[in-house]
């Protein structure tokens, strides 16, 4: 911690180096959460540039910042979710989400390393849900992050957090489980 607060003395008087020093083991983790909530490295990389951005600035503008760590990951997480709802009103607009889909040339090596270890069938199902329930999805067992975590991250209550996590987990449940036709004919 004190190395933390050390290095932001060192940004505010003007060593670019510290923060580098500061956000760069950081940016692995707040990168795979933002590619895992837009599904695009493309914009990804948008949602980090903002972050850092951000966090330049709150830093020189000596912003008070407790826990620089999960401030940051909460602002990575932020910025995700504005492109994704700008994503959003975009699509709403022109009428269909799949006219504005930016498709990646290339996927970034941990969404290949997702595709191959999970398998095409679970990864495509939890990035059918939607933006809520993927990101409580992603963070808890992908990013590990714990219930606090996630809420803080997200800026939402707990509660909300275990609520979206049991719905995602009860609509993924369904997509794994073909309905029986018995079942559906009544008998």
């Known amino acids: 911690m004190d190395n933390i607060e050390s290095l932001v003395r060192q940004c505010r008087d ?3 180096e510290a923060f580098f020093k500061l956000v760069e ?4 983790r707040a990168y795979r959460t933002a590619s895992a ?6 914009l990804a990389e948008d949602a980090m540039q903002n972050a850092l951005m951000e966090a330049y600035q709150a830093i020189m503008n000596e912003k008070k910042i407790r826990n620089f760590t999960s401030w940051f990951n909460h602002l990575a997480a932020c910025r995700s979710l504005d492109l994704a709802r ?3 009103r975009l699509a709403n607009r022109s009428g269909d989400i799949d006219e504005v889909q930016i498709p990646d040339e290339q996927a970034s090596p941990i969404e290949e390393v997702l595709q191959k270890e999970l398998g095409s069938e679970l990864w495509d199902s ?3 849900l939607d933006i809520h ?3 409580v999805i992603v963070l808890y067992y ?3 992050l714990s219930i606090d975590e996630i809420a803080d991250a997200l800026g939402i209550k707990k509660g909300t957090v275990k609520s979206r996590l049991h719905n995602a987990r009860l609509k993924l449940s369904r997509l794994a489980t073909p309905l029986n036709p018995k079942q559906v004919i009544g008998c």
């Open 14 to 16: 003007g060593d670019k």
């Open 25 to 28: 083991p950081l940016l692995g």
């Open 37 to 42: 909530i837009l599904r695009s490295s493309h």
């Open 86 to 88: 700008q994503r959003s």
């Open 126 to 128: 939890i990035m059918s």
């Open 133 to 135: 329930h993927r990101s």
């Open 142 to 144: 992908y990013q590990e």
